[in-house]
Each structure stands twice: as C-alpha cells, then as structure tokens.
C-alpha cells in the first residue's frame, strides 16, 4: 500500500518505538502491569531520559508519536475518532484530516463529545449527527450518551477501535474526561478496543487537589471518586479508570505516552499551540483559574461567561472593592484579587454592571485554584449580604459532596474547609501514584 506524502507529517526526531504504544489489554493482561499500559520510562520519564522531543526543546504528543511508528497500533482496524478543535498536530493540522488522508489508516468516523466536533456549541450543548464536509465521514454526537446506548452507537459506526484525542484542562467537572470514560465503559460493551493519545495537563500535574467525589454525588461533572483537581493527563487517566473503576468489565487499552513532558510544565512551556477546548476557555490563563473559579457556577455571581475572560473575574451586581479587601487579606499564595468591574453578553447577570474580583495568578506553581475557589465562596458570602447558593445544589455536584458548601455556610474558614477533605485527597494521591507515566 502507498504511503501518502502528508501522512508522514515531517516528524523528524519523533520517538515512535513499540515500547512508546504500550501493550493492549486491561491492567493484569500479558505485558501490562497492574498500572497498566504505558510505562514511565516508555514516556521518557524513568531515569531523566526525555528522549528527541526533550532535545528538541518540544513536548510531542501521543498523535506525533503515533505517526512517528507508522499508526501501528491502528494497523488492520476501522477506525473512529474521539476529538474536537484540539486534536491537533504540532503544525495546527487537525487529526482528522491528516488520518483520512493517509492509507495506513482507515478511518471510518469522528465521534463529537461536548461542544461538538466543530467545538460551536456552548456548555451542556453539542452540534448533533452530521457529515464532515472536509472530508465526507460521518460524525456522531457522544455527548448525553453512555452505556449500551454509547456502545450502539459504535457498533453502528462500524468500527473497530476508538481513538480518544482531546485536550483537557485538569478540572474533574470539565467533561471531556468523563466522555473518555464513557467511552471506555461502552467500547468494553461492544467490544470494541481504545486508544488515547495523551495531551499535556496545561496546569501541569505535580500534585492532585481539592475534594475527592463521594459516590452519591456522581454526575456527568464527575463519574468517580477522583480530586477536583486531578493532576493527571487524559493517559494516565484512563489507566486509573481501567484499573480502579472498571475492573467488571475492563476495556482493550492502549496509551500512546508524549515524550518530552514533566509534572512541572505549564502549557506556555509545551511549545505546542493553543486550541481552547471550549468557547469559554480562551487561554491557557482561563485554564489556570478554572478549577476553583468554575465553583462559581454553584452560586448566584457569574463565573465571567460573556466576558473575554471567563473564569478570571467573577462577581454579580451590587458587589463592590471590598470583597477584593478580604480575599486579598486571606494571603493565598501564587494570586493577587484586583476589584473589577464587567458586563457580562450572556450567561447570569446579562446586560448587567458586575462587581466582583479579578485573579491575577503571579506565581504559577505556589498557586493552588481549588484553595482560591473556597477562599472566594468563603469572602463573598461574608461581605456580600446577596450571595446565594443555586436552588438545585449545583455546587454538591462540581465539589463532590455537600460538605463545602454546609461548612461555607457554617462560617469556616479556608484552612477548615481544606482540612475536611484532606484525609481523602491523601487516599487519592496514593492510588494515583501507581498510574502516573511522567517524572
């Protein structure tokens, strides 16, 4: 069969060996340890080897190595693509068309999570069935599916493997994460197998964060008892969730590692380009926020949708500077409050003058967005005679339990609010250590 030219994609320096795919199967199979697929010095973790990408002073991503290795681990199967905007090459070209046009793959279907494949629709929304005019597959709409009902949905695609390559942002309420697992889930049932090409975490992976979902609270913003902040990249994610979660019916899995990539690393370090992964995370910066700012949208004060910069200023009408005054008083580390002032074009408060605050994040790695979160819940309800909390306890289900938002309106304070969920976070951080794949 011929090669195409574009399917080459110049990755000269990719490291694309087999030890860079892993071995198929769920955690325990031939090959695989009980962490599953992918191993740290496979990623170019164990030992300091970085490997070319570290040379090249760029991550590569599991797509580039994927390519690099020929799309060996896809060789023989119908293929069906998990993706949106984000799925990306180093030179902006989107996956999907760099697959269909080469003949080492046979690419059958792009499956949209939220937001669609297009990345049009705004949040609890997706774009629907459709065709791709680009390149005339047939895309299907994941989002609101789960189960059988998902695993029909591959089985009429016509495929034989799932292919997930998504960017995410680190927050376990942001739902991509939970299409992955979805995915997993319903591949197992139809027999289907799973390959995911793992992404930087752009507010990088040193440490999980925040409260660990209790099961009760379970939704689509979190399936499982994992931290509000996780910590993880989408690899390593779905080795925890084959090995912890889905040990009733394990999926066929397969992670394509990057190389060149350490828990330490913000996006801007990356060298790869930015995509927003939805029309409310602009920047790497948004992302940054997002784990303890999204809380906001548990309350009555906007969370900045309809501003140019979600997730970095929130508030609500009649809020003034002080409330800037107390959660500056808190002496948070790694953030600055500015009192700010904005109108949002839709969302809560629309038309509306704001009041509110302004994160400013001076140091990226004393930062900690799930502490700043509560530290704004905690001062907002203490100057603001306004706040409330949504009328259908939305917050439960973006912490994880009740347990914020009944000790806020006890009148805790950060470090007691933290303190609650610190036996927890330790199990998590524990069990997550066994599935990590880079230094």
Same mark, same amino acid.
């Given at each position: 069969m011929t090669v195409s030219r574009r399917g080459v994609l110049g990755l000269? +320096? %990719?490291? *694309?060996?087999? *030890? %860079?795919?892993?071995?198929? +199967?769920?955690?325990g199979s031939a090959g695989a340890g009980r962490a599953g697929e992918t191993s740290r010095a496979a990623a170019g973790g164990a030992g300091?080897?970085?490997g070319a990408a570290g040379a090249a002073g760029r991550v590569r991503t599991g797509f580039e190595r994927l390519a690099a290795d020929g799309y060996a681990a896809?060789? +023989?199967?119908?293929?069906?693509?998990?993706?949106?905007?984000?799925?990306?090459?180093?030179?902006?070209?989107?996956?999907?068309?760099?697959?269909?046009a080469d003949e080492r793959v046979d690419l059958v279907a792009v499956f949209g999570?939220?937001?669609?494949?297009?990345?049009?629709a705004q949040a609890g929304g997706s774009e629907g069935a459709s065709r791709d005019p680009a390149t005339g597959l047939a895309v299907y709409d994941t989002y609101d599916k789960s189960g059988q009902k998902l695993a029909d949905v591959f089985t009429a695609a016509g495929i034989d493997t799932v292919?997930?390559?998504v960017q995410d942002v680190g927050a376990r309420f942001y739902t991509y994460i939970w299409t992955l697992y979805d995915c997993m889930r319903a591949a197992a049932l139809a027999g289907k197998t799973v390959v995911v090409l793992d992404r930087p975490n752009p507010v990088g992976g040193r440490r999980a964060a925040g409260p660990v979902l209790e099961r009760p609270y379970a939704s689509f913003v979190g399936r499982e008892p994992i931290a509000l902040a996780h910590g993880m990249t989408v690899a390593e994610l779905a080795r925890l969730f084959?090995?912890?979660?889905?040990?009733?019916?394990?999926? *066929?899995?397969?992670?394509?590692?990057?190389?060149? @990539?350490r828990r330490e690393s913000f996006f801007g370090e990356t060298g790869l380009p930015w995509v927003p992964p939805s029309p409310n995370v602009p920047t790497p910066d948004t992302a940054l926020a997002y784990a303890g700012t999204c809380l906001f949208e548990g309350t009555n004060l906007s969370e900045g949708r309809g501003t140019t910069t979600p997730f970095e200023v929130v508030g609500a009408e009649g809020i003034d500077r002080r409330w800037a005054e107390a959660a500056n008083a808190l002496g948070l580390p790694?953030? @600055?409050?500015?009192?700010?002032?904005f109108t949002p074009t839709f969302s809560k408060h629309v038309g509306k003058v704001c009041g509110g605050v302004r994160l400013i994040v001076h140091d990226r790695a004393a930062f900690d967005p799930v502490r700043a979160g509560i530290g704004l819940l905690v001062t907002a309800r203490r100057v603001w005679s306004g706040f409330g909390w949504r009328a259908d306890h939305w917050i439960d289900r973006l912490t994880g339990s009740d347990r914020v938002r009944t000790l806020v309106d006890a009148g805790a304070d950060v470090d007691e609010v933290a303190g609650d969920w610190a036996a927890g976070l330790a199990r998590f951080a524990a069990v997550r250590e066994e599935y990590l794949l880079y230094p």
């Open positions: 000269a +320096g %990719a490291i *694309g060996s087999a *030890g %860079a795919l892993g071995a198929a +199967g769920p955690p300091g080897a970085t896809l060789a +023989g199967q119908k293929v069906g693509v998990v993706t949106n905007p984000t799925g990306i090459t180093a030179d902006a070209r989107h996956l999907v068309d760099v697959l269909h999570p939220e937001h669609g494949f297009r990345g049009t292919v997930f390559d084959n090995g912890e979660f889905l040990t009733d019916r394990p999926v *066929g899995l397969r992670t394509v590692a990057m190389s060149g @990539w790694g953030v @600055w409050f500015r009192e700010a002032y």
